[in-house]
């Protein structure tokens, strides 16, 4: 069992689609251990990105991670960082396979819908900005 991070990101949840993502994960074995929303602030999105902190990209970003709000939750199942990132897709849409979250729901690769954790490593890291041990049922 693994448990990874999972953000729902502002165009997603301004289409007012969060449950029917929930539902990619509910559906394929996915369990959800927390979940809040939440407004990120720029420090927020700063230091949850800071990987990204030389790209070009960065400041739209942030900025995009900071527009609205967001859905953080932890998921946990068999093999769950590698099954998340198989149902989000390609972080580019139009290269996303059809039937993944991003190909249904993400417009271009900034406003793409949702994050993943990478590895199994990045996911305790991550899932730890946003929760606490006992905030994980
Ligand atoms: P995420 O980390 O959000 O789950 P990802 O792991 O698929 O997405 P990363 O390479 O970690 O992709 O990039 C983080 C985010 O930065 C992407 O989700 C995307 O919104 C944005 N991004 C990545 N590459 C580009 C790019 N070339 N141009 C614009 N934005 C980009
Ligand atoms: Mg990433």
């Known amino acids: 069992m693994e448990k990874t991070l999972s953000i729902i990101k502002p165009d997603a949840v301004a289409k007012n689609v969060i449950g029917k993502i929930i539902d990619r994960f509910e559906s394929n074995g996915l ?3 927390a979940m809040k929303k939440i407004q990120l602030t720029q420090e927020n999105a700063e230091n949850f990105y800071d990987i990204h902190r030389e790209r070009p990209f960065f400041g739209e970003l942030v900025s995009f991670m900071t527009s609205g709000p967001v ?4 998921i ?4 769950a960082v590698l099954k998340n990132r198989d149902l989000m897709g390609a972080t580019n849409p139009k290269e996303a396979e059809a039937g ?4 249904d729901f993400a417009d271009s690769i ?3 819908a949702v ?3 990478d ?4 996911a305790k890291t991550e899932i730890g900005i946003f929760f606490t041990d006992s905030e994980l049922l």
């Open 31 to 33: 369990r959800i251990c």
């Open 71 to 74: 859905v953080v939750m932890a």
């Open 76 to 79: 946990e199942g068999e093999n």
């Open 100 to 103: 993944t979250i991003r190909a």
């Open 110 to 112: 900034d406003a793409n």
């Open 115 to 117: 994050h993943g954790s």
């Open 119 to 122: 590895s199994l490593e990045n």
